[in-house]
């Protein structure tokens, strides 16, 4: 039986999660709390396998709570984030200090989003349950920092092979992701596209802590967008990006096709017109989320003659995309995430 704590200070976010919770006969709401004081010490004394936490609350806020939490006594802990720009910012901080996910605060009255998000939260509960803590809280590295970097293998141009490089990342995203980027070379000889499953809000504040991290350029992607060494783009929320490739330089797309899709922005959408656009010029990495989103992309960039590499099982917090990348003898290299970045410049040559 998996226990969870709520902490909120709204009545109705508390018997809402609740009730939803409990729906599950897998899991059991053991305790609520009206505010992060309150929070941390029934963490102690209830000892939840997962906690839910608001992060505006009188007394004690969410992230301060989670401060102690990730001190005390590490579990998972999903965040109940309002989809505005300030509920973005206060997410990706709480997600540095070791949050696992969140979701969304609003719950409208329409049943269908409801549903949803009832499916989506007993989902994520149960995923991040089952898992030790293996969140890896990012240090952001100032631009000056030198970061290791690996010896290409000598070329007579001195051009990598692949100078595409396209991510597909989800649950625990945020904090792997700037783990990478922040340890990059201002130099580095790719440009870089991303698809993290994110709601349209937080992809923008998301660029933007990027590009304050990183020594390379972050932004979320329009249409029009060149891809060059050096700069990464950030699908944004509920769109797809693609790649197109013109005679003389490949530019972004942002796209709603397609409407179908289970994922917007979907790795698979992206990675499939990397290899279309560019074929073995293209480099797939794989990272921590729930689900198989990213494998069949994977796999037609293999087919094209590109490579890929997937996140290690020990270094996720949770081993879905990557671990269906794997299962399928997709992966040319499974990697600690510790050393995604220098694997990502190594692969470059291969």
């Known amino acids: 039986m998996i226990t969870v704590l709520v902490v909120d200070d709204s009545a109705f976010m508390r018997k809402a999660i609740s009730t939803m919770l409990d729906k599950d006969p897998g899991i059991t709401v053991v305790g609520v709390a009206r505010n992060g004081r309150e929070g941390l010490d029934m963490v102690r004394k209830l000892d939840p396998d997962v906690v839910t936490m608001d992060i505006e609350m009188p007394e004690m806020d969410g992230l301060t709570a989670l401060r102690h939490i990730m001190m005390e006594c590490p579990r998972p802990v999903l965040m109940v984030s309002s989809l505005t720009t300030e509920g973005a910012e206060s997410t990706l901080k709480a997600m540095e200090l070791g949050a696992v996910d969140f979701i969304p605060k609003q719950l409208s009255k329409v049943s269908l989003d409801i549903i949803k998000i009832e499916r989506d939260l007993i989902d994520k509960v149960k995923t991040v349950a089952a898992r030790k803590m293996r969140h890896v809280a990012a240090r952001p590295a100032s631009r000056q920092a030198a970061p290791r970097r690996p010896a290409p293998p000598p070329r007579r141009d001195g051009r990598p092979v ?23 070379p201002a130099d580095f000889p790719a440009g870089i596209v991303i698809a993290q499953h994110m709601p349209a809000a937080f992809t923008g504040p998301f660029a933007a ?77 794989i990272l921590t989320g729930m689900g198989n989103d990213g494998c069949e992309g994977i796999r037609a960039l293999k087919g094209k003659g590109g490579r890929a590499l997937a996140q290690s099982d020990s270094t996720c917090v949770v081993y879905g995309m990557p671990k269906a990348v794997v299962e399928e003898n997709l992966a040319d290299e499974i990697v600690d995430i510790d050393d995604m970045a220098e694997s990502i410049m190594a692969n470059l040559y291969k």
């Not at 783009?233 to 330089?249: E, M, Y």
């Open 162 to 184: 692949r100078d595409v490089v396209a991510i597909g990342v989800s649950t625990g995203g945020p904090p792997v992701v700037q783990k990478i980027l922040s340890s990059l």
């Open 209 to 285: 802590r990027l590009d304050s991290v990183s020594r390379i350029s972050v932004k979320e992607a329009e249409t029009g967008d060149v891809l060059r060494p050096g700069l990464a783009f950030v699908a944004p929320g509920g769109r797809h990006i693609v790649l197109d490739q013109k005679v003389s330089r490949v530019e972004v797309v942002v796209t709603d096709e397609p409407r179908d899709a289970l994922y917007k922005p979907s790795a698979n959408v992206l990675i499939n017109s990397v290899a279309q656009a560019v074929g073995r010029r293209g480099l797939g990495v």
